[in-house]
């Protein structure tokens, strides 16, 4: 490999590359073979006609294209490897020279990772995030589960309330004339939850079963259907059935039945423990996302923007595959909660800033530090990945490639300074109110 460094100016660089005559030849060979089934010539049956006929007739450069496509990944890597240039973008190509016989040369732009100047990172002080679990909090996870264990019962002697599900028909109107997705013959809805647009619930309150009524209500400006934002509209109502929920005893049977405890006390301590257990592991989240905060900026480094854009990417994309497994599209789900594609990743925008700019200093630190992981503790987070999927040890080390190795040995080495961080911070005692 013949790499060159033309230029840098930040975290813009320009480099060229040369390969071989014999390189450019297997990309020829390639290109050669995707296309000989296309082409006809006189004389020549499709698939048979000589390269060196072909070149003649359409010119050598007929094949370049999808030689260069073919031979470039590799040559590339090879060239960023031996720059030791830590890319972050897609190169921009230029072909300086290509010829048969003599082979090719690249001029290539792209964007390195910044410089980072680190300060002050060991020693920080932050205050304590309490993690006290209070008694009010045990009886609210306590009444959560007696809500999910609660039975069903019909109501027949009153009118509907708040917390009832009520089993209706309905068909809505603006100015008389329905609208579509505007009406069903049974649906549940629960007073109170929010589900249908405001004014909705709280006047099917007070009406009892059988009964046929009409309601008015105004659909909000940002409603996600266009045709019926900021419109007054009417709602025709039979209520069908009225059903309420009855909540079981907070007892020693309640807590046998929804446990594996025989008294209340025990699966009181129980929960105590668990939320407590809950609440020290958000508090050390909190605590180090603060310590990231300061020692961030401490730092000194110019991000290029084409970083922040790529995280935006990956969380976008994450997010789609998520929704994806949930049985909906991104459009979809865009038009339920009013937003666009283009407004998610507005709301991304500084999320990305915070992570990319903690990563950056973070991998510096690993470095500054001289933070190594050993073969063996790399071996044995690739077991403890793959035990997660349900593989072998054995097995994920023979999957992984050498890249999957060097990306998740950085990521230890972040963990490593992450540590190296919280470790050596001041923790001190919240102010009182």
Do not use: W
């Not at 490897?81 to 001029?107: Q, R």
């Not at 007073?191 to 405001?198: A, D, E, R, T, Y």
């Not at 403890?384 to 999957?404: A, N, Q, V, W």
Request: net charge negative.
């Amino acid at each position: 490999m013949n790499a060159t460094l033309l230029s840098k100016e930040k975290t813009e660089v320009k480099f060229s590359f040369e390969v071989s005559a014999e390189v450019l030849e297997k990309g020829m060979a390639f290109s050669y073979n995707k296309h000989k089934n296309q082409i006809s010539i006189p004389g020549f049956r499709k698939g048979k006609v000589p390269r060196k006929l072909i070149e003649a007739q359409y010119g050598e450069s007929f094949f370049y294209e999808d030689a260069v496509n073919h031979i470039f990944p590799e040559e590339y890597m090879a060239a960023v490897k031996e720059l030791g240039l830590d890319v972050v973008s897609t190169p921009t190509l230029d072909v300086d020279y290509i010829e048969t016989g003599k082979g090719a040369k690249f001029l290539i732009d792209v964007t390195i990772k910044p410089e980072v100047k680190l300060g002050q990172y060991k020693g920080l002080s932050v205050e304590k995030v309490v993690s006290e679990v209070t008694e009010e909090e045990v009886l609210e996870e306590l009444k959560t589960v007696q809500a999910k264990n609660a039975r069903t019962v019909e109501v027949t002697d009153r009118a509907a309330e708040l917390g009832d599900v009520v089993k209706m028909s309905y068909e809505g109107s603006v100015d008389g004339v329905p609208f579509e997705g505007g009406q069903s013959d049974e649906h549940d809805l629960e007073l109170g939850s929010g589900m249908f647009i405001p004014g909705f619930e709280e006047q099917v309150v007070g009406h009892g079963l059988g009964e046929k009524f009409d309601i008015s209500v105004k659909f909000p400006e940002q409603y996600h259907s266009g045709d019926l934002a900021g419109k007054d509209a009417v709602f025709a109502i039979e209520i069908k059935g009225i059903t309420k929920k009855e909540l079981p005893e907070l007892d020693d049977a309640f807590a046998e039945d929804v446990s594996e405890f025989s008294t209340l006390d025990e699966y009181k301590a129980s929960i105590l423990e668990k939320l407590a257990k809950e609440k020290e592991e958000k508090a050390s989240q909190i605590q180090g996302d603060k310590l990231l905060d300061v020692a961030v900026a401490n730092c000194e480094m110019e991000v290029p923007q084409v970083m922040y854009d790529n995280k935006i990417d990956s969380m976008m994309k994450e997010f789609e595959e998520n929704i994806t497994r949930q049985g909906l599209s991104l459009d979809i789900y865009c038009q339920y909660m009013g937003t666009t594609p283009e407004e998610m990743r507005e709301n991304f925008k500084d999320t990305s800033v915070k992570s990319v700019d903690a990563r950056l200093m973070l991998e510096a630190i690993a470095k500054e530090e001289s933070l190594a992981i050993s073969q063996e503790e790399l071996e044995a987070e690739i077991c403890k990945y793959g035990e997660s999927y349900g593989i072998d040890g054995k097995t994920m080390l023979e999957m992984f490639r050498e890249e999957d190795k060097e990306a998740l040995e950085m990521d230890m080495l972040v963990r490593a300074a992450m540590k190296l961080i919280e470790e050596t911070a001041i923790f001190t005692e919240p102010k009182a109110e």
